[in-house]
T-cell receptor
Framework: DGGITQSPKYLFRKEGQNVTLSCEQN?????MYWYRQDPGQGLRLIYYSQIVNDFQKGDIAEGYSVSREKKESFPLTVTSAQKNPTAFYLC??????????????FGSGTQLSVL | GESVGLHLPTLSVQEGDNSIINCAYSNSASDYFIWYKQESGKGPQFIIDIRSNMDKRQGQRVTVLLNKTVKHLSLQIAATQPGDSAVYFCAENSSGYSTLTFGKGTMLLVSP
């Protein structure tokens, strides 16, 4: 998994509950990303962060929140406002060497389901 | 809007055949392309990448071809094995942009 650890592997959410997905990387990467993947679909960007204490919304940020207090950590909270949270969530990171592009390294994912 | 897409959602091949997975992109400013392999329930794994100053790049049993004229990218897998069965995604990036754009993926099924 390229030094990116996601936990837990499986997570269940009750109605009206907020849940937090963990993502830690030891690659010393500046940029971190959260993607959502629905069955048979591609990856959609939720949030990303290029530097500590800063982050930007992706294409589907509504109902989610993030923080970036440390370089190695980028937790994602799925709030009760997200009405359809069941999906596979992927965290990724990459070295930020813009304008040179670099590949993303992915974690092993968290499967979130609604009880 | 700009997008990256795939021509074939599912590709079935016999073990030992060569496989070709295609990808079309529409952003003429894209200058970096990546192929990922994703097995069921796992995160995507990097396979190979190519920058726009190249037309072809080879790895171990894999080759990526880039045709900038028609905005087309392909992944060739030689001597396909059952372990190659997975979903393959292409992704693209433009210099100065912080995010990759992913296609929907192609499922590769390899029969013994």
């Amino acid at each position: 998994d390229g030094g990116i650890t996601q936990s837990p592997k499986y997570l269940f959410r009750k109605e009206g509950q907020n849940v937090t997905l963990s993502c830690e990387q030891n690659l010393n990467h500046d940029a971190m990303y959260w993607y959502r993947q629905d069955p048979g679909q591609g990856l959609r960007l939720i949030y990303y962060s290029q530097i500590v204490n800063d982050f930007q919304k992706g294409d589907i940020a509504e109902g989610y929140s993030v923080s970036r207090e440390k370089k190695e950590s980028f937790p994602l909270t799925v709030t009760s406002a997200q009405k359809n949270p069941t999906a596979f969530y992927l965290c990724a990171s990459r070295a930020d060497k813009r304008p040179i592009n670099e590949k993303l390294f992915f974690g092993s994912g968290t499967q979130l389901s609604v009880l | 809007g700009e997008s990256v897409g795939l021509h074939l959602p599912t590709l079935s091949v016999q073990e030992g055949d060569n496989s070709i997975i295609n990808c079309a992109y529409s952003n003429s400013a894209s200058d970096y392309f990546i192929w990922y392999k994703q097995e069921s329930g796992k995160g995507p794994q990097f396979i190979i990448d190519i920058r726009s100053n190249m037309d072809k790049r080879q790895g171990q049993r894999v080759t990526v071809l880039l045709n900038k004229t028609v905005k087309h990218l392909s992944l060739q897998i030689a001597a396909t094995q059952p372990g190659d069965s997975a979903v393959y995604f292409c992704a693209e990036n433009s210099s100065g942009y912080s995010t990759l754009t992913f296609g929907k993926g192609t499922m590769l099924l390899v029969s013994p």
